[in-house]
């Protein structure tokens, strides 16, 4: 079954203590990105990654690190975790061709940064 | 400022009506996605639109893209409760694979 997988679904953590949240597919696809959603702001694109060991900025990459180590996995990673990193996190993996049919979503990851 | 803007932000419609969300990019847009969202749930894929023109359905939903492409519509024939949670649009505005989303619709059915 193609999907994109998160871990943890659900983190609640203190400022300042460094965590990661992983994020896999199955699906062999070149493209894969992380959003943060909040309500009234929406989702907001955090890094993106165009293949392996090729990473980019999105529109609110600060405060997060990625890496792009394997095809299959993207990390999102955040060093000293802050009260305004509390938010509703996706990663999400398609082909990277334009046109491309379909953007898949994991579930997604609460996290709550006391 | 918003890249994409969609409207309205929210809509409440009885079942079996006809209704209508809205998709505006002051840029070109390089393929525009529609995502259904459950509320705090992940993203459910319904369409993609490229060309300009383009116009897909999907059961009682039909997406178009305006020939400028620059705005895309989502129509939803005879409503369901099923259909209510959260209408985004997401596109590339750039041709660069940075990826934009509406501020989302919020849909409610009321049987």
């Known amino acids: 079954e193609a999907q994109v997988t998160q871990n943890p679904r659900y983190l609640i953590t203190v400022t300042g203590k460094k965590l990661t949240v992983t994020c896999s597919q199955n699906?062999?696809?070149?493209?894969m990105s992380w959003y943060r959603q909040d309500p009234g702001l929406g989702l907001r694109q955090i890094y993106y990654?165009?293949?392996?060991?090729?990473?980019d900025k999105g529109d609110v990459p600060e405060g997060y690190k990625v890496s792009r180590k394997e095809k299959r996995n993207f990390p999102l990673i955040l060093e000293s975790p802050s009260p305004n990193q509390t938010s509703l996190y996706f990663c999400?993996?398609?082909?990277?061709?334009?046109?491309?049919?379909?953007?898949?979503f994991g579930p997604g990851t609460r996290l709550t940064v006391l | 400022s918003q890249e994409l803007e969609q409207s309205p932000q929210s809509l409440i419609v009885q079942e079996g009506k006809n209704l209508t969300i809205n998709c505006t990019s002051s840029?070109?847009?390089?393929?525009l996605y529609w995502y259904k969202q459950k509320y705090g749930e992940g993203l459910i894929f319904l369409m993609m639109?490229?060309?300009?023109?383009e116009e897909k359905s999907h059961e009682k939903i039909t997406a178009k893209l305006d020939e400028k492409k620059q705005q895309s519509s989502l129509h939803i024939t005879a409503s369901q409760p099923s259909h209510a949670g959260i209408y985004l649009c997401?596109?590339?505005?750039?041709?660069?694979?940075?990826?934009?989303f509406g501020t989302g619709t919020s849909l409610t059915v009321i049987p």
């Open positions: 990654s165009m293949n392996v060991e090729v990473t």
């Open positions: 840029k070109t847009l390089y393929g």
């Open positions: 999400a993996s398609r082909f990277l061709s334009i046109g491309t049919d379909t953007q898949y």
């Open positions: 997401g596109a590339d505005l750039s041709g660069g694979n940075q990826f934009y």
């Open positions: 699906m062999n696809h070149e493209y």
């Open positions: 639109l490229q060309k300009g023109g």
